[in-house]
């Protein structure tokens, strides 16, 4: 009896919870700066979920639920690291930085804005992606990250802001979007 409650169980929490595995995976990819360290997020995910899956409510938003877990999984291990980098005096420093820019490409690659993507704070990042790559509603981004509407909102509105930031320059050599980037520097000084 027991092994066909565990089996039901196993079944369901695989039913509902395995087709998001590669939009967990994609996600985490583009926040985190390694494939095996977002496989690592994904797998953590997974086991999370599986731990309190007796406390999910079914009917609810699987999905939502997954990436809720999925970027509290991302946290936790970001704290982890940049507890582990005190030399500096802020942990905001150490966000900010990042590898130098690489010679000019020939075209905008993923990289470069997955680079950009993973320079902007992750508050920003996480709603950015959920939002523009993920597809997920304002209301589904609501529930996954625990955040009144209104914030992921301006989140994302901010996250896509700083994001052009980021990718101006790089439009600017393919002329691309010249008129904003000029008001854009213009509202800059």
């Not at 994609?26 to 360290?37: E, F, K, L, V």
């Not at 020939?106 to 992606?129: F, G, K, M, W």
């Not at 301006?154 to 979007?177: D, T, V, W």
Request: with cysteine; hydrophobic share 45%; proline share 3%.
């Amino acid at each position: 009896m027991v092994t066909q409650v565990n089996a039901g169980v196993k079944q369901e929490f695989e039913v509902l919870t395995l087709p998001h595995r590669d939009a967990l995976y994609q996600s985490a990819r583009s926040i985190m700066a390694n494939a095996a360290a977002a496989e690592d997020a994904v797998l953590e995910t997974y086991l999370q979920a599986w731990k309190s899956f007796a406390r999910f409510q079914p009917g609810t938003n699987c999905r939502a639920w997954l990436f809720g877990i999925l970027f509290n999984v991302i946290r936790h291990e970001r704290r982890k690291w940049t507890s582990r980098f005190s030399f500096f005096e802020k942990p905001e420093i150490l966000e900010q930085t990042h590898a130098a820019r690489s010679s000019v490409a020939e075209n905008l690659q993923d990289d470069e804005i997955l680079a950009a993507l993973r320079a902007i704070p992750q508050i920003y990042s996480e709603v950015v992606v959920l939002s523009n790559v993920q597809e997920f509603s304002y209301k589904e981004i609501q529930e996954a990250l625990g955040i009144p509407i209104g914030t992921v909102m301006s989140r994302l509105s901010r996250g896509r802001q700083l994001l052009r930031g980021k990718l101006a320059s790089r439009a600017a050599e393919y002329r691309i979007g010249s008129g904003t980037l000029r008001q854009s520097r213009a509202a800059a000084k």
